[in-house]
């Protein structure tokens, strides 16, 4: 079996549930060889290093509350030197501008956006130093496509975006690659707990290509980006919507 990031060592944030976005992410680099850094809000996801690596030698698990900066540096102080940083936590607070009050607002933009930006701080010197690393950023259509009620959630991932285009030209000359992805309606187990099998399905009538994404989809999208097979690209937003943005 190939092990193409058999010299990586990756640190994957917002690892969640198997099946949902964050595990299948963890999971796609355990197979490809790398050891893998796993982080939570919660000590209950303590067991799904276990899961991800029965053998208990390659995933590790480091609880962390990315709203708070504490947490943020001393995640990556545990993490240690690591080539590839994948930022896929994010939190949403949905509902009219009026009606959003500060708390949620505050959490969009530490976890969405601050943390990133901390992470990335605290973890790039030791990429530099290497002389390569690469950062993957995960978006959302949102940040291309008005819909009311996520206006304060739309404005974190425009930013992610953004951070990602200035780090790619910032961190270039250190062999540093940066991108995101910008998923479009994903069925993982939450959504289809929250929303319905029904839903989802509708929601994917309104996609061109007639269904809505798997996570395992775009977690395998996630090491194409970090594979030599794409070494050239940096500062890319890749659009895995199935067409979304384009109607």
Known sequence: MSHPHATDTVLVTGVGEPGSLGYEIAAGYTAAGARVVITG???????????????????????ADLRHLEDVTRLARQAGP?????????????????????????AMYEVNVRAPHALVAAIVPTMVDAGRGHIVNISSIGARLATPGRAAYAATKAALESLTRSWALEFAPHGIRVNALSPGPMHGPKMIRNAGEEALRQVGTTVPLG?????????????????????????????????????
């Open 82 to 106: 690591v080539s590839i940083l994948v930022n896929n936590a994010a939190t949403i607070s949905a509902g009219p501008t009026a009606e959003l009050d500060h708390r949620g607002f505050d």
């Open 211 to 247: 269904r809505t994404v798997a996570p395992q989809e775009v977690a395998r999208a996630v090491l194409v980006l970090t594979s030599l097979d794409l070494s050239y690209a940096t500062g890319s937003v890749l659009a895995l919507d199935g067409g979304r943005t384009l109607v």
């Open 41 to 63: 809000r919660l000590d209950d996801y303590a067991p799904l290093a276990q899961r991800l690596d029965p053998t208990g030698s390659r995933v590790r698990f480091i609880q």
